[in-house]
C-alpha cells in the first residue's frame, strides 16, 4: 500500500518511508527521527498514505464573538483566503457554524489544498491562520479570549468591590 518516500501514519508513528524489508519499515518522522517498525505490525494494522491522494481537506476550527455579523464573518473568511494560492479554488471553501460555545460561536473553515504531504499541509494551515486574523482585524471582527467567572459567594449582581466593603465593616 505504499512505496519509498510516502508520508504514512501507522499506530503511533508518521513519517516518510526511507526502506522497506521484509521484516521491518523503517520511517524518518517530521523530527528526522528514524523509527524501524516491525512490518507485522504495518500490515496488521490501519495505515494512512497521506501521498495516495492528490489533494486534501483542511478543517479549521474558528469561534467569534457573540456581537458578530455571521453572515460577515463568513464572507470575510472567504475572502481571507481567495489570495492564498495553495488553496483549491475548484473546490468549495466552506463555513459552517456548529456550536454556541462558552465565550464564542464556533464553526468549522473547510477548503482544500492542492496537495497532500504533510509539511504542505501544515504551512498552509498557518498561512490561514494568519491571514484569518489579519481580515479579521481589519475588519473589527472579534476573536473572544475564554469568559470565566469566579464565585466569591455574593449574590447575582452586586459588585466585587461593594461586597468587600461590607465584609471589611463586620
Do not use: C, M
Not at 489533494?55 to 458578530?68: D, F, K, P, Q, W
Amino acid at each position: 500500500p505504499f512505496v519509498v518516500g510516502d508520508f504514512i501514519e501507522t499506530g503511533n508513528y508518521e513519517g516518510h518511508i526511507q526502506t522497506i524489508g521484509l521484516r521491518s519499515v523503517t520511517v524518518r518522522t517530521l523530527d528526522e527521527q528514524h523509527i524501524i517498525i516491525p512490518s507485522k505490525e504495518i500490515f496488521q494494522n490501519p495505515i494512512k498514505n497521506y501521498n495516495a491522494g492528490y489533494a486534501r481537506r483542511i478543517t479549521l476550527n474558528v469561534g467569534v464573538s457573540y456581537g458578530e455579523d455571521l453572515e460577515q464573518v463568513s464572507e470575510i473568511s472567504k475572502q481571507a483566503l481567495a489570495n492564498i494560492p495553495e488553496i483549491n479554488k475548484n473546490r468549495p471553501i466552506l463555513v459552517q457554524y456548529n456550536e454556541f460555545g462558552d465565550s464564542s460561536i464556533n464553526f468549522a473553515l473547510r477548503f482544500w489544498v492542492k496537495r497532500s504531504d504533510p509539511l504542505y499541509f501544515h504551512e498552509v494551515r498557518s498561512k490561514v491562520i494568519v491571514a484569518i486574523k489579519k481580515a479579521y482585524d481589519a475588519n473589527a471582527i472579534v476573536i473572544p479570549f475564554p469568559i470565566r467567572t469566579l464565585d466569591f459567594g455574593i449574590k447575582a449582581g452586586e459588585a466585587l468591590n461593594e461586597h468587600l466593603k461590607t465584609k471589611a465593616i463586620e
